[in-house]
DNA sequence: GTCCAGGGCCTAC
DNA sequence: GTAGGCCATGGA
């Protein structure tokens, strides 16, 4: 079996054992791309109820989160932790988004998806995955987004070593799956939903749906 | 009280 | 170029 045969075989257990996800709890895509931001490091449910906030505020919009005072916007990110990186970080991200586009993302639909990446990394407290994440889950390109459950489980089940780059693993996928946003949306929260599940600590690895198509996983320290 | 969650930046070697 | 520290809240 391939690569591209095996990752589709662990997309197809998955789904088997969770059913479809699709994924992103987001109403618009400028609520994805918050999103994306807040849950850097912290659990959704913290990000929640930030986003909550930022809802009943009346901000869950490029135009008026870019007139929101910063010390207020601290305050409303506040339960999804690191609130004054991330309030800065929304910050730059909506300054950058108003400047491109007037705040309309449809006018972004012209960009050529390596060229919006770029300009996403460039911004201060915008990495690899939160990019891939805005890329993908916001803007609908095909782009597979790896996070730290993709690399648990993956390492795990010794499909790539546990000292590869986010771009060895991005590229592991991208290279080897259909170019089908869809699948890259739904593979992802697969791979975050049987890393939550599963893969945190021997024990409950026991019921992993992926051992009986990959066997046992591999002993790797911090995974 | 301890651990950790859908990262990313900065500094020191 | 990379290991280690830092950012912070809230639930298990």
Known sequence: MNAGEVLIQIYETLRGAYGHRGWWPGETPFEIMVG???TQ???WRNVAKAIDALRSAGVMEPAALSRVDLVRLQS???PAGYYRQKAA???RLVDWLI???GGDLERMQDAATEDLREELITLKGIGPETADSILLYALGRPVFVV???TKRVTVR???IHETCTYFELKELFESNLPRDVELHKDYHAQLV???KRQCRTKPRCATCPLHPVLGDPIEAEGF
């Open 99 to 101: 400047e491109r586009t």
């Open 36 to 38: 994306a931001v807040l």
């Open 89 to 91: 970080r929304l910050k």
């Open 193 to 195: 939903e049987v890393g």
């Open 157 to 159: 089940h010794g499909l």
């Open 41 to 43: 490091r912290t659990n």
């Open 76 to 78: 409303l990110v506040r």
């Open 147 to 149: 996070d730290a459950y």
